[in-house]
C-alpha cells in the first residue's frame, strides 16, 4: 500500500522559511512533487523533481523554493523561503510514475503572515 505523509508545514512570518518533507512508503517513483491549493483556487503545481534530479517550478516560486530528494530515503523535501502571503495554502506531495499511477499525500498547511 502506498503512503506519502508529509510534514513541516505551519504558521510563519512574511520572509520567513519553512522546509516541507514527504516520506513516501510502499513503491518508488518516477516523478515526486509538490503542489498547493487556495482557499477558492484550483490546485495548482509547485515544483516537480526526477529520479535524476532535474526540477521544474512554478514562475511564483522560482528563486524562493527549492525542491530536492533522497532516493534512499523515498523522500521529497520543498525549501520555501522568503515566503509570502500568498503563498499560504494547503501543500500536497505527489508521486507519479505514470497517468494510471499517481498518488498524493494529505496535505500539509503553510500559513503566512504579514
Known amino acids: 500500500q502506498v503512503q506519502l505523509v508529509e510534514s513541516g508545514g505551519g504558521l510563519v512570518q512574511a520572509g520567513g522559511s519553512l522546509r516541507l518533507s514527504c516520506a513516501a512508503s510502499?513503491?518508488?517513483?518516477?516523478?515526486m512533487g509538490w503542489y498547493r491549493q487556495a482557499p477558492g483556487k484550483q490546485r495548482e503545481l509547485v515544483a516537480t523533481i526526477s529520479p535524476g534530479g532535474s526540477t521544474n517550478y512554478a514562475d511564483s516560486v522560482k528563486g524562493r523554493f527549492a525542491i530536492s530528494r533522497d532516493n534512499a530515503k523515498n523522500t521529497v523535501y520543498l525549501q520555501m523561503n522568503s515566503l509570502k502571503p500568498e503563498d499560504t495554502a494547503v501543500y500536497y506531495c505527489?508521486?507519479?510514475?505514470?497517468?494510471?499511477?499517481?498518488?498524493w499525500g494529505q496535505g500539509t498547511q503553510v500559513t503566512v503572515s504579514s
Open positions: 505527489n508521486a507519479y510514475n505514470s497517468p494510471f499511477d499517481i498518488y
Open positions: 510502499g513503491s518508488t517513483f518516477r516523478n
